[in-house]
């Protein structure tokens, strides 16, 4: 289910206009990420990713808190990481009115190009505690090594 916010008098020529953008921007950059195939607005969200490197190789980072680990999704096909999940709104109290819902739920979608140096069969992930830890080791041929300078 996904909550969204209109403001009222939001039909007629600036509607449309809109529209028009989000459809020049759309084939040009592509579907935004919070609409759908039809254009409606919906909730969407992006977890925060950080990407760190070391000389072993690199790490990836993202934060999913409220996620469960059974809904995070990680592939990779030609050298695209894609991390895929959904964040599901839970129950709550039953409560006479609801005055605001601010938190975001619903699927998302990540997507990252890997370097050649990457070692993509070696790649490891770990969930804990809301974040999901993904090991990115480097190929043995693209880890700096030293070279031995022979006399004569």
């Known amino acids: 289910m996904y909550l969204t916010t209109r403001r009222p008098g939001l039909i007629g020529p600036d509607f449309i206009g809109l529209r028009r953008l989000n459809r020049v921007l759309d084939e040009t950059l592509g579907t935004l990420p919070w609409g759908d195939e039809n254009g409606a607005i919906t909730s969407a969200w992006l977890p925060p990713v950080d990407i760190l490197e070391d000389p072993e ?3 990836l980072v993202a934060e999913l808190p409220g ?4 809904d ?3 592939s990779i096909e030609n050298r695209v990481l894609t991390l895929r999940g959904e964040k599901r709104q839970e129950a709550e109290e ?7 819902y601010e938190r975001s739920y619903g699927a998302f979608e990540r997507t990252f190009a890997l370097p050649t140096t990457v070692d993509a ?11 999901l830890t993904v090991r990115l080791p480097k190929a043995e041929t693209a880890k700096p090594r030293e070279i031995e300078v022979r006399v004569g």
């Open 121 to 131: 069969d070696r790649i490891e992930a770990r969930f804990d505690s809301g974040l």
């Open 67 to 70: 996620v469960r680990p059974e």
């Open 94 to 100: 039953k409560t006479e009115r609801v005055h605001r």
């Open 57 to 59: 190789g690199l790490r």
């Open 72 to 74: 995070v999704k990680l």
